[in-house]
């Protein structure tokens, strides 16, 4: 069975190199054993019908050879179809992969740096009900608010960033083929508060 | 005497400090936890009328205990935090039963007013069940 399909794929490996010669040589082949087919005959005149009929069969000969290497390139374009789908399958499941490793981080990452974020904001907070008539502390607390803002909208901006990755990748099938991935821009600062 | 009784679930040592800070200037009692293990522990031992609980503890995921609480004591309060962005764990929180889900970094005043706002609700449902 293994051998069989051995074979069989031998076959179509020649069939496509040498397709044209492989049906060049037969019609031809055919050609000759007609012509001297012809010339062996005991009738040395023949009509025009005669000799029509002689070689009838070579454009039937010429159809059905034309015919077989079409089929033979449509399916030949066939594979070539499925094994691009099977590579972007692949490539897509890899671009999956890599999106659901780059969101773990992410998410990882915010969350280490939103706690000391949280206790900078607390603190100030707390240290604003203590200094709540002192101009000069509460314009310095107003930096860090400011400060704190910031970057809150960068890690949002950052999250948001990832999170449109995901949601894209999985709502398009990327291409295999280099130079087609698209980028994003980061988007604009959400208030956060 | 404290307004109410609050159990802090969280593994940063010095946020725990500051909302301690923050909760105490308010007459809030509060007794911190930095792990599942010592939360639950907590609460086997004494009922509190809110816990703050973080999502991201280093023995397990905070919603174990969110979980543990809406079993053995369904009127405690349960506040989820996390620094983490996103919409899973807020799903999942109020399935559970959390009452409420910040996020980090957030101000006292917004902390108080969601700790208010979540004891108000709480005395609010029990008063309707009493009468």
Not at chain 1, 11 to 38: P, Q
Not at chain 2, 26 to 54: H, W
Request: net charge neutral; aromatic share 8%.
């Amino acid at each position: 069975m293994l051998s069989l399909q051995r074979i069989q794929k031998k076959v179509y490996g020649i069939l496509d190199r040498y397709g044209i010669v492989i049906a060049g040589v037969f019609i031809f082949s055919y050609y000759l054993w007609t012509a001297l087919d012809m010339f062996a005959t005991s009738h040395p005149r023949k009509s025009f019908q005669g000799y029509f009929f002689q070689f009838d069969s070579l454009i039937l000969l010429w159809l059905l050879l034309v015919a077989g290497l079409k089929l033979h390139e449509y399916r030949k374009k066939q594979n070539n179809e499925n094994e691009r789908h099977r590579m972007i399958a692949l490539e897509y499941e890899r671009q999956k992969m890599q999106l659901n490793l780059l969101d773990d981080v992410t998410t990882l990452l915010t969350d280490a740096v939103n706690n000391p974020l949280a206790v900078i904001s607390l603190s100030a907070g707390s240290i604003r009900e203590r200094f709540r008539t002192d101009d000069e502390v509460l314009s310095f607390l107003d930096h860090i608010d400011g400060a704190l803002k910031r970057m809150r909208e960068v890690l949002a901006d950052f999250h948001n960033y990832e999170t449109k990755k995901i949601i894209n990748s999985v709502a398009t099938r990327p291409s295999p083929r280099p130079g087609n991935q698209q980028s994003y821009p980061f988007t604009q600062p959400s208030p956060v508060d | 005497m404290a307004i109410a009784n609050i159990l802090l679930v969280d593994d940063d040592d010095t946020l725990r400090g500051v909302v301690r800070a923050t909760l105490e200037m308010e007459d809030y009692e509060i007794v911190e936890a930095p792990s599942c293990r010592t939360a639950l522990a907590m609460l086997g031992k004494q009922s509190f009328d809110l816990v703050l609980l973080d999502i991201h503890l280093p023995d397990g995921s905070g919603l174990r205990v969110l979980e543990a609480v809406s079993e053995r004591r369904p009127s405690t309060i349960v506040m989820m935090m996390t620094g983490a962005v996103g919409l899973d764990n807020a799903l999942k929180s109020i399935k559970l039963g959390a009452s409420d889900y910040i996020t980090k970094p957030f101000s006292s005043n917004y902390l108080l007013k969601a700790i208010e706002h979540a004891l108000l609700t709480k005395d609010t449902k029990e008063g309707l069940r009493h009468s």
